[in-house]
């Protein structure tokens, strides 16, 4: 259940983050390149684009990440206010899910200081657009760590976003949700030969978060191109390229998930055959 609940939230991301470029970015751009058909390409170029726009995107992109974990988190996990009488877990309680929201939410603040830094580092200038420079490094920021940060539990272990990068992808079942799958006789547990055991939702964002940073490599081409363009106005290339990166990464891991799925699928369906036919040698 939880690979697709992820899959839903990660769609719906996608959706939400088409539209609002679509929306707010696109029709600007395109309304700005009416107005400035007759500036010089470097006049384009150094006008940034619009600073409430830009924030208006921020927050759509944020707003919608969140919506998401938390619908991955309910779905999975039966969602209560608290526990029962006994002391026992009813499943993720609401009160739970806002502290995730608060800790996700400083987290991805402070998670977009040494993106600020990365950005100028890569030229950004320290001095001129600043405001724009943070409203970007903020959304690269949500992308990248908002689906880890905002999940439960993830600032419980001081680990928490190294063993995200350095995870072993293991099977499906490891998360705990595919009871379904398992035979008569259980199978073994699996393997782990290094690093830490992810479950499916943590490899989709493991590869989301690469992709974001993955996606703005080939964007940032376009900050040293003097044609004049409105995608090359700032931050319009790290925009396009974290969100491009996003989706690509995202359904990188999806389809990662869903082929373990298939050869976890295909091994407990040929271990009881096995094992009938070791019993017929004996």
């Known amino acids: 259940m939880m690979l697709q609940s992820k899959i839903v939230a990660t769609l ?6 088409s539209i609002a470029i679509q929306r707010i970015l696109f029709r600007r751009l395109e309304h700005d390149a009416i107005k400035q058909a007759r500036l010089d390409p470097t006049e384009i170029i150094a006008a940034p684009f619009d600073q409430q726009l830009l924030a208006q995107n921020v927050v759509t992109a944020f707003a919608s990440v969140l919506a998401t974990s938390v619908f991955v988190d309910a779905v999975h996990d039966k969602l209560s206010f608290g526990t029962r009488r006994g002391g026992g877990e009813t ?15 400083a987290g991805v603040l402070a998670a977009s200081i040494p993106v600020f830094l990365l950005c100028v580092l890569s030229g950004a200038s320290p001095l001129e657009h600043v405001p724009h420079t943070v409203l970007a490094s903020i959304y690269v920021s949500v992308l990248a760590f908002g689906p880890p940060f905002f999940h439960p539990g993830f600032f419980d272990s001081s680990l928490g976003l190294f063993r995200l990068l350095a995870g072993t992808e293991t099977p499906s079942s490891a998360d705990g949700d595919d009871s379904n799958l398992a035979p008569p006789n259980p199978a073994p547990a699996p393997v782990k030969s290094r690093g830490f055991a992810l479950k499916p939702r943590e490899v989709v964002d493991r590869w989301a978060m690469l992709g974001v940073f993955a996606g703005n490599v080939p964007s940032s081409i376009l900050l040293v191109l003097d044609h004049g363009s409105q995608i090359q106005r700032w931050p319009v290339p790290l925009i396009l390229g974290s969100s491009i990166g996003f989706g690509i990464g995202s359904c990188l891991g999806v389809l990662l998930c869903i082929f373990g799925r298939f050869q976890e699928r295909k091994s407990l369906m040929i271990s009881p055959s096995n094992g009938d036919n070791e019993t017929k040698q004996l």
């Open 91 to 105: 499943g993720t309680s609401i009160v739970a899910l806002s502290k995730s929201a608060v800790a996700g939410s």
């Open 12 to 17: 719906a991301i996608c959706l939400q983050l």
